[in-house]
């Protein structure tokens, strides 16, 4: 039985996912059809690998001239991950067109009036969308291999080649889905094009970052990057398939911006059932906290593992012993402090504003990522503290030591802060993956994002300020008494 059960997966998979591929090669045949979207891809696709390679020639005669060989070792993979991204940016108007563009043609009535589920419709036109991006880009990847190979010979190590053509698979797939989402739910193509800026503008930011690795050779950290985005690929291709509905699709003619709505269900939501502020902290902030207990228990392990983190990363960049040398913290140490006028409110108050600017910032991210960059930020902290316990232990400090005395003090507060927001913003991008019952997707964002602000509110500001002021006036002191020489 089990054996036959095995057997009969594939099968019923193949079976469900015939459809939506019947869907993908229509919409192929039909794309390779028009010259005016294969010739302007086809063209820009050979020029540019053309011109990288031209640029990696003249940028290797340079830096011969003048004795840089580093600057052309580290140039030509940047440029090979720049030709693999351009054709995607080009081809992306295709997946932009996908749903809203027939709705605005009128030749999508026959095919959502087909026998087709929802998410096969989806699954299909999404799958066509990403073939003409993923085949420029693979054929300029190939274009350009080809010509820096004649020109100045140079080959990619595999593993590099590897990383290079799964960022490209990943970015590929990751913007062609936030199209096909926006394409969805948007009521014309002009709307959809506007929109697209917030897929490319964050993804050209993304590319700089790794520009950034690529320069200074870290290869391995491109693998964390690829993990990163096929989570936000997931999510979004989740979203898109639970969030899709073609009578929705049909009926929908114009999106209206109601603010009023906006603001009677946020604040619906903000004060619940309380009648004062004793109400709305003993019955709002409780029930707001015992449904963030999944999310709650996931940000908590995930703290864990970006001390880990920061602990495997102290192995790779390890600190010169002379400046961990803790034992050299004495009275000076705290007058040195006191002459910048560290202890004092305006003090607190800036250690409170960067606190907030990072929570704000964490918040920001995790709307357009699905709560992914969001929690990345706040584990930021507890990486970098990780990082210092394992240096200070690879000089025969007590670990433990160093973070009672200048972790613990303020961190009971400060930690617990960073879980509350980073289990709201969890659940801001959580609410985008799944339909919720009885809510649509914008009442339900809104709902999520009222119990975010109660909880920023409520109990985050308070925790932080609390931990500012220890931080400020308490954990010198106790760091001197423990670790002063």
Known sequence: MDVEMIKAIPANIRKSMTPALIITNREVRDQ?????????????????PWLMNFTAAQAVNFVQKYGAP??????????????????????????????????????IEPLLSSPLEDWQLYMGKLLASMAPPLAASYMGIIVYLIGVYAQVGWTPAPILLLEVVLLTTMQAILMVSGAVVISAQTTSVRAANLLASFIIIPVALLIQGEAIIMFWA???????????????TVMLVRSGVAHFNREELLGRELDVLNIKWGWRVF?????????????????????????????????????????????????????????????????????????VRFFSVSGIGMVWLHNLRVIALAIALGIFTFGVLGV???????????????????????????????????????IPALVIVGASILQLGGVLLAPTQNKTV???????????TKLVLGLVLPLLLVAATIEVLVTPQIAVLLLGS
Not at 32 to 48: E, G, H, K, S
Not at 285 to 301: G, K
Not at 325 to 336: A, T
């Open 218 to 232: 870290r290869y391995s950290v491109l693998w964390w990057v690829i993990f990163g985005e096929a989570m936000i």
């Open 267 to 339: 604040k619906s939501a903000f004060i619940g059932v309380a009648r004062n502020p004793i109400d709305w902290y003993r019955l709002e902030i409780r029930r707001t906290l015992q449904r963030l207990w999944i999310p709650l228990i996931i940000v908590s392990c995930l703290m864990v593992a970006g001390i880990w983190v920061g602990t495997t990363q102290a192995k790779i960049f390890t600190l010169p012993p002379d400046i961990l040398n803790l034992n050299n913290l004495d009275r000076g140490f705290i007058e040195g402090l006191e002459a």
């Open 32 to 48: 390779f059809r028009d010259w005016r979207i294969i010739f302007p891809v086809a063209a820009l696709t050979l020029f540019f």
């Open 442 to 452: 914008g009442e339900a964002w809104l709902f999520a994002f009222a119990d975010c």
């Open 70 to 107: 580093i600057v052309a070792e580290r140039l030509i993979p940047f440029l090979l991950m720049v030709v693999g991204f351009f054709p995607i940016s080009v081809s992306l108007v295709i997946a932009l067109e996908s749903f809203v563009g027939e709705k605005e043609r009128l030749s």
């Open 376 to 414: 990345l930020i706040l584990m930021l902290p507890l990486a970098v503290i990780g990082y210092f316990m394992a240096n200070v232990a690879n000089v025969g400090l007590s670990p433990i030591m160093f973070f009672t005395a200048l972790v613990l003090p303020h961190g009971i507060f400060e």
